[in-house]
């Protein structure tokens, strides 16, 4: 069995020895590597830390959007109650009146693309805003009918902007090992804002009726001014960024939402590859479509499942189920206002915890 022992190397050092050997080290060296890696690791776990802060709080920002979608939603079912009795509005001008904004979003989402492309991601959830906004105002003190259409067009355009661009900037901003996750943020923050719209429709229908759904939409302005002061705090998209040649800004903005330095190079160059020159992303763009008009097998296959997926969840009739639940509700036999819009407020409660539900399990 070996003895262990301190020795004097001669120039007043310490270190062990063990055994016969003289296995000579600094002790001093080794206290101060020490130190150094513990040092590191506890710099390393604070920068995940705030990363992780930061990158959650762009999600949520930039999710806001999805909330416009939510409420408008949910909002409109009650507030159609006292709108058909505040102005005498016909069955038909009320199907219409609800059920435009789908149609006017999707014309919104097709025109978000290109906008982002010029103006970038962040700007563009911005102008969703904006155009919301004038539209809900517009709604608001609306004095009939017709200028009820033309605030409910401007509030689908918008809402078509924000939703569509909402997902692609997190997943742009976001480290691959929680993109999966944060990229479900717009969906959670639809049902949010359906369940904010019921509240709303239930907070305020004790209002004389002329006042009440005007409130009620009018509130649905106020998400609008949390986007604008997001705006401040979030950056823009890193792609966007490297695709206007500003590759810098575009490392600086992805320094401070991943944590992981190789994995910042290794997206950036990946980004860099993809967008090449402005003629090749020109290119890159006809050839995508050129792929989607004409997919190979595996890319059929996604297709297929993305747009069944898509197919199925509206075929189930939801929106309806959402947009009506009033009315459902009153055909059951509940006719008080205010007993009425509680129940679709149970409605909203348990879609949003089955959603956030299967998210967590997910």
Not at 81 to 105: M, R
Not at 194 to 214: C, D, K, M, Q, T
Not at 330 to 343: F, P, R, T
């Amino acid at each position: 069995m070996g003895l262990v022992g301190v020795q004097e190397n001669g120039n007043g050092e310490v270190g062990l020895s063990i055994g016969t050997k003289n296995k000579y080290r600094r002790m001093d060296s080794e206290v101060t590597e020490d130190f150094d890696d513990g040092s590191h690791h506890h710099h390393q776990e604070k920068r995940s830390s705030s990363t992780r802060k930061y990158v959650l709080a762009c999600a949520i920002f930039a999710s806001l959007n999805s909330v416009l979608l939510g409420y408008d939603v949910g909002v409109m079912s009650g507030a159609i109650i006292f709108i058909q009795e505040d102005l005498k509005i016909t069955e038909v001008q009320e199907e219409v009146l609800i059920g435009c904004l789908s149609i006017l979003s999707l014309f919104g989402s097709l025109a978000g693309g290109r906008t982002s492309d010029i103006i970038g991601r962040k700007w563009t959830m911005a102008l969703a805003a904006i155009i919301f906004q004038t539209g809900a105002a517009t709604m608001t003190l609306a004095p009939s009918f017709e200028v009820l259409i033309i605030g409910r067009f401007l509030a689908g355009i918008g809402i078509g902007f924000g939703v569509m661009i909402a997902p692609i900037y997190i997943a742009e901003i976001s480290p691959s090992v929680t993109r999966g996750s944060l990229t479900s943020f717009p969906e959670i923050f639809i049902n949010l804002g359906i369940l904010l719209g019921y509240v709303s429709n239930f907070a305020f229908s004790g209002l004389p009726e002329h006042i009440s759904w005007r409130v009620m939409l009018g509130v649905g302005i106020l998400p609008s001014f949390f986007i604008g002061a997001a705006l401040f705090i979030i950056p823009e998209s890193p792609r966007w960024l490297v695709m206007k040649n500003r590759v810098e800004e575009a490392r600086t903005v992805m320094l401070k939402t991943i944590d992981n330095e190789a994995e910042v190079e290794e997206r950036l160059a990946e980004i860099l590859l993809a967008a090449g020159t402005g003629s090749a992303e020109k290119y890159e763009e006809k050839a995508v479509w050129r792929e989607m008009l004409s997919p190979s097998p595996s890319l059929r296959r996604m297709l297929i499942t993305g747009f069944g997926i898509q197919c199925f969840q509206q075929i189930t009739g939801i929106d309806a189920t959402v947009y009506y639940s009033p009315e459902i509700f009153q055909g059951a036999g509940i006719q008080d206002k205010s007993k009425l819009l509680a129940a679709t407020v149970a409605v909203g409660v348990s879609k949003n915890r089955f959603h956030i539900g299967c998210h967590i399990s997910y």
